[in-house]
């Protein structure tokens, strides 16, 4: 190949990236060294699953796409094999994923994130792992507002039971 048709191959892998960047409301970098083969199929199915895109990138084409995309932050983390996970929908379940793999492999380290473009610490990452799921607030808000009505209906039937107790 000539060196303008390689320029020309990065170019588009940069502005693949650059548009992965863009479009993604989560995206996470990971150091995976150290994983098994396995281990890191296992991590590939819990991510694809979820529809997270996991993918490994040279880390100068990266940095390149996150300039393009308008983030500043990620170069400090773009050092040694890093792969990165990009979730177009769910702000929490790749960090989810990430977090809950990485407490049972020690390998993984998560490194930083991009979360609706702004670059999050690991810490953060961790932190927003550790949130429940959308369904799991949604039904934690429906329990919120049941137990209201649920509290009056028991009040309601002891008043019914009591007055019936004192009528006999």
Same mark, same amino acid.
């Not at 098994?36 to 940095?63: D, F, H, M, P, S």
């Not at 990165?84 to 809950?100: G, T």
């Given at each position: 190949?000539?060196?303008?048709?390689?320029?020309?191959?990065?170019?588009?892998?940069?502005?693949?990236?650059?548009?992965?960047?863009?479009?993604?409301?989560?995206?996470?970098?990971?150091?995976?060294?150290?994983?098994?083969?396995?281990?890191?199929?296992?991590?590939?199915?819990?991510?694809?699953?979820?529809?997270?895109?996991?993918?490994?990138?040279?880390?100068?084409?990266?940095?390149?796409?996150?300039? *393009?995309?308008?983030? +500043?932050? =990620? %170069?400090?983390?773009?050092?040694?094999?890093?792969?990165?996970?990009? /979730?177009? #929908? &769910? $702000?929490?379940?790749?960090?989810?994923?990430?977090?809950?793999? *990485?407490?049972?492999? +020690?390998? =993984? %380290?998560?490194?930083?994130?991009?979360?609706?473009?702004?670059?999050? /610490?690991? #810490? &953060? $990452?961790?932190?927003?792992?550790?949130?429940?799921?959308?369904?799991?607030?949604?039904?934690?808000? =429906?329990?919120?507002?049941?137990?209201?009505?649920?509290?009056?209906?028991?009040?309601?039937?002891? $008043?019914?039971?009591?007055?019936?107790?004192?009528?006999?």
């Amino acid at each position: 190949m000539s060196n303008s048709k390689i320029v020309e191959a990065k170019q588009q892998k940069v502005d693949l990236i650059t548009e992965q960047l863009k479009n993604s409301v989560s995206t996470i970098i990971v150091d995976y060294r150290g994983l098994t083969v396995a281990q890191v199929t296992e991590l590939r199915k819990q991510l694809r699953e979820a529809g997270i895109e996991y993918k490994v990138y040279k880390n100068t084409l990266v940095r390149r796409a996150a300039e *393009a995309a308008g983030i +500043e932050g =990620l %170069e400090e983390t773009l050092t040694g094999p890093n792969a990165i996970a990009f /979730s177009n #929908e &769910e $702000v929490v379940e790749p960090a989810k994923i990430l977090a809950d793999f *990485a407490k049972e492999n +020690e390998a =993984l %380290e998560i490194k930083a994130g991009v979360i609706e473009g702004q670059v999050v /610490s690991a #810490e &953060e $990452v961790n932190t927003i792992g550790s949130l429940p799921s959308k369904d799991g607030l949604v039904s934690m808000l =429906l329990s919120v507002l049941q137990a209201p009505v649920r509290n009056f209906a028991y009040a309601v039937k002891a $008043v019914g039971e009591q007055k019936e107790e004192s009528a006999e």
